[in-house]
């Protein structure tokens, strides 16, 4: 599998993975024409997008699907929750209601419940041929019973969205900062090199740093804060990448 994150942060966020034969999307928050761009530099015909699928509705995560369903009449999987969500504003012809597990083509896909201030929100690990990509962001904490099914994956795009100092010390109003600090909110950097720390094993090749606050947060301190963690851990990992919001990461191969 590969896997490149096309946008991430409050602006939008779009991720692309494919298999040898499944080309899919997490979110489609960006502009329809900015993703088909990014997907064009990629090689990728959007055409050929088998499905998208959906974390939950906030517009970061939602905005330019209505108009790259008119293009392309792609499938979107996403849970009846989030399906009567956006249903009135999108109306998606073709869409699969997903539960825990499904299959798309030759990719085995694993949602789970995260924790966030929308009706439903969800996190995904997706497989293949012994290979396995981890897609968590927005979420305030990660329960521990998903903890043995996000343990020791290849990749991880995993969110690492403030520092608590700058948020604190920042412009928001407080009750935005009481938000995105609580348990339906975002993890900070401390809070993902926690996890990261703890899930990162012998077979993790590579971890984006996703969803970062243009506000409260630097790529400097996300990424200090997790190789101080690990370093604390007693881990040696260093494939560290950082996703941006108007810039793609590179294609990774797991």
Do not use: C, R, W
């Given at each position: 599998m590969r896997a490149c994150v096309l946008s991430s942060g409050s602006g939008g966020n779009c991720?692309?993975?494919?298999?040898?034969?499944?080309?899919?999307?997490i979110d489609l928050g960006t502009s329809s024409l900015y993703a088909e761009k990014k997907l064009q530099e990629l090689g990728i015909d959007p055409n050929y997008i088998d499905g998208i699928f959906i974390t939950?509705?906030?517009?970061?995560?939602?905005?330019?699907?209505?108009?790259?369903?008119?293009?392309?009449?792609?499938k979107l999987y996403l849970s009846s929750t989030i399906l009567h969500d956006i249903y009135d504003e999108i109306k998606p012809?073709?869409?699969?209601?997903?539960?825990?597990?499904?299959?798309l083509n030759d990719i085995n896909i694993t949602m789970f419940k995260i924790s966030h201030d929308t009706d439903d929100a969800n996190g995904f690990v997706f497989e293949n041929n012994g290979r396995s990509i981890v897609y968590v962001t927005d979420t305030g904490y990660i329960n521990n019973r998903n903890h043995k099914l996000l343990t020791n994956r290849n990749l991880y795009i995993f969110?690492?969205?403030?520092?608590?100092?700058?948020?604190?010390?920042?412009?928001?109003?407080?009750h935005i900062k009481q938000r995105i600090l609580g348990d339906k909110g975002h993890l900070s950097n401390k809070?993902?090199?926690?996890?990261?720390?703890?899930?990162?094993?012998n077979e993790t090749k590579c971890v984006i740093l996703a969803h970062l606050s243009k506000d409260n947060n630097t790529k400097e301190l996300a990424l200090e804060t997790l190789r101080e963690s690990l370093k604390n851990s007693?881990?040696?990992?260093?494939?560290?990448l950082i996703a941006e919001q108007d810039k793609r990461t590179e294609l990774i191969e797991v």
């Open positions: 991720t692309y993975i494919e298999s040898l034969s499944t080309k899919l999307l939950h509705s906030h517009v970061d995560h939602i905005k330019g699907i209505k108009v790259f369903l008119k293009k392309y009449h792609t012809e073709y869409y699969e209601i997903i539960d825990q597990n499904v299959t969110e690492s969205n403030h520092d608590v100092e700058m948020l604190m010390n920042g412009h928001y109003p407080y809070d993902s090199a926690y996890y990261l720390s703890k899930f990162i094993g007693q881990k040696e990992f260093d494939n560290i």
